[in-house]
């Protein structure tokens, strides 16, 4: 294993969620109990203990049991999964919804469906993992653009087009950024790829239910030149598993020839049913999430108030770039030991010298613990 310093060694710790949605129960560093507020979580609108999720899941479990037994082709597909896709498809007014098992195999799954080893793929620095993860499977070659610097994708698209006018580039970029915190210039990039003729995939996990118009992500409305929108329900939407948004033929294509829909047990139908439950609850609370983005302005604002260089962004997700590792989980400590979790997340997940204090607002986040946030920062 190679080495890694102290500030850098990652622990697992285990948690029990609290009273309220906003509270995690764990143990600190001397194996005492403590009771912290979750600014950490993406469980961005506190569905996932929500009592309609939960009462949809209990259902599901009574009528269709645990496990869905077996993949969608062979036994594993249920009314809920078919009900699930429709609405979602309905509701983002694409052609087609196709549900897996993590976002992280949904992913893989969209650049293979997109990408051969014979594209360009063209991404932004910071796309996440799983995304890279898919373009080294389909042995594409890849080129990256500095963090939504849309001069650097035009050139890199113009360049593209010029060596190899024959085969359409992928452009892959995220809505709502998970570790940074910005936003897309997801018009802007669309246009971009109409004009080179290129395609473009997004990545929407942290957005649905939170950004966009009424949630329905920053994409919604753009249907050219985006064939594939990838979602998932383990973040604002409370539940698990995730999602393929596409057009017809793509679609199509996925269903006939994607291993990672084929081969792969159906998602369970509890999940589905919480899932089916939240876009039901997002549905009917547009404002949801324009509410969440106003407080995390707020927030942004008091921080460069009281010195801080204000966070990039307008979405849920508040980084603050600290530069080292110690600095950060200097920062985490500090805010623990007033009752506040928030994690240091530090290379590889950010680059290096990147470090930084993620914190997360969710829709029922007290007004107290800011007040606390804002105190425990003053201090620098
Ligand atoms: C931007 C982004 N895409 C995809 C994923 C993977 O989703 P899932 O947790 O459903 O595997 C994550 C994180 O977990 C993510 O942050």
Same mark, same amino acid.
């Given at each position: 294993m190679p080495e890694v310093s102290n500030a850098r060694i990652r622990k697992l710790r285990t948690w029990i969620p609290g009273k309220s949605s906003?509270?995690?129960?764990?143990?600190?560093?001397?194996k005492n109990? @403590?009771?912290?507020?979750?600014?950490?979580?993406?469980? /961005?609108?506190?569905l996932a203990r929500h009592p309609l999720l939960i009462e949809a899941a209990k259902h599901t479990l009574e009528t269709d049991g645990v496990g869905s037994g077996g993949s969608r082709f062979i036994t594993g597909s249920r009314n809920i999964h078919q009900k699930l896709e429709t609405n979602l498809a309905e509701w983002l007014n694409r052609d087609i919804v196709l549900l897996y098992p993590s976002g992280f195999q949904a992913n893989l799954a969209a650049v293979l469906a997109l990408a051969d080893r014979h594209t360009t793929v063209i991404c932004d620095r910071l796309i996440h993992h799983s995304l890279l993860v898919g373009v080294q499977a389909s042995r594409a070659k890849l080129i990256r653009f500095r963090?939504?610097?849309?001069?650097?994708?035009?050139?890199?698209?113009? =360049?593209?087009? =010029? *060596?190899?006018?024959?085969? +359409?580039?992928?452009? @892959?970029?995220?809505?709502?950024?998970s570790m940074e915190g910005t936003t897309a210039p997801i018009k802007e990039i669309s246009k971009l790829c109409i004009k080179y003729d290129s395609k473009l995939l997004i990545d929407e996990a942290h957005a649905f239910g939170v950004m966009g118009p009424e949630g329905r992500g920053e994409s919604f409305g753009i249907k050219e030149p985006i064939p594939i929108i990838s979602g998932t329900f383990?973040?604002?939407?409370?539940?698990?598993?995730?999602?393929?948004?596409?057009?017809?033929v793509t679609g199509e294509n996925l269903i006939q020839n994607?291993?990672?829909? +084929? /081969?792969?047990t159906a998602l369970a139908p509890s999940i589905c049913a919480s899932a089916l439950a939240a876009l039901n609850l997002i549905k009917s609370n547009p404002n949801w999430g324009r509410k969440l983005q106003e407080k995390? &302005?707020?927030? +942004?604002d008091e921080l460069s108030q009281i010195g801080w260089q204000r966070p990039l962004g307008e979405g849920p997700i508040i980084s603050i770039i600290l530069g080292s590792d110690e600095l950060s989980i200097n920062y985490q400590r500090k805010l623990e030991a007033q009752g506040l979790l928030t994690v240091a997340i530090r290379p590889p997940t950010?680059?290096?010298?990147?470090? *930084?204090? +993620? &914190?997360? @607002?969710?829709?029922?986040?007290p007004v107290q613990a800011f007040e606390k946030l804002i105190k425990v920062l003053k201090i620098q």
């Open positions: 906003s509270e995690l129960i764990g143990v600190d560093e001397n109990k @403590i009771t912290l507020m979750d600014l950490a979580s993406n469980d /961005y609108l506190d963090h939504n610097n849309l001069f650097e994708l035009e050139l890199l698209l113009k =360049q593209t087009r =010029q *060596r190899n006018p024959h085969k +359409r580039p992928l452009v @892959i970029t995220e809505s709502l950024f383990g973040k604002a939407f409370g539940s698990g598993g995730a999602f393929l948004a596409t057009d017809k994607c291993g990672a829909f +084929r /081969y792969t995390s &302005i707020a927030l +942004r950010v680059p290096e010298g990147k470090s *930084r204090l +993620r &914190i997360v @607002i969710k829709r029922n986040t």
